[in-house]
């Protein structure tokens, strides 16, 4: 499988964004997609993640009740919609995909800048 994120861009706190996550190839429903994101100097972070079926979402408690994760399994595409925008939400965000037993991440994305001005 490979995955294609889109949907980055600037916009000023407050302000909403959605990015996509589109995949390639082979996947399976009980498979896991999760955007993460990294900030200059800082570690990548976990933001949210869902089943290709669009069961069991979990969120990062940072996002939680601005950031909405869903899964389209027609299209193939799983979509991070980001409201209430904050300066700290500035980072390249990535999509990956793992087994839903597995630890780590096995296939991940190009990533996509978002920068939240204040």
């Known amino acids: 499988v490979q995955l294609q994120a889109s949907g980055g861009g600037s916009v000023q706190a407050g302000g909403s964004l959605r990015l996509s996550c589109a995949a390639s190839?082979?996947?399976?429903?009980?498979?896991?997609v999760a955007w993460f994101r990294q900030a200059p100097g800082k570690e990548r972070e976990f933001v949210a993640g869902?089943?290709?079926?669009?069961?069991?979402?979990k969120y990062a408690d940072s996002v939680k009740g601005r950031f909405t994760i869903s899964s389209d399994k027609v299209k193939r595409t799983v979509y991070l919609q980001m409201n209430s925008l904050k300066p700290e939400d500035t980072a390249v965000y990535y999509c990956?995909?793992?087994?839903?037993?597995?630890?780590?991440?096995?296939?991940w994305g190009q990533g996509t800048q978002v920068t939240v001005s204040s």
């Open positions: 990956a995909t793992k087994g839903r037993g597995s630890i780590n991440y096995r296939t």
């Open positions: 190839g082979r996947t399976f429903t009980s498979d896991v």
């Open positions: 869902i089943m290709w079926n669009g069961y069991d979402s």
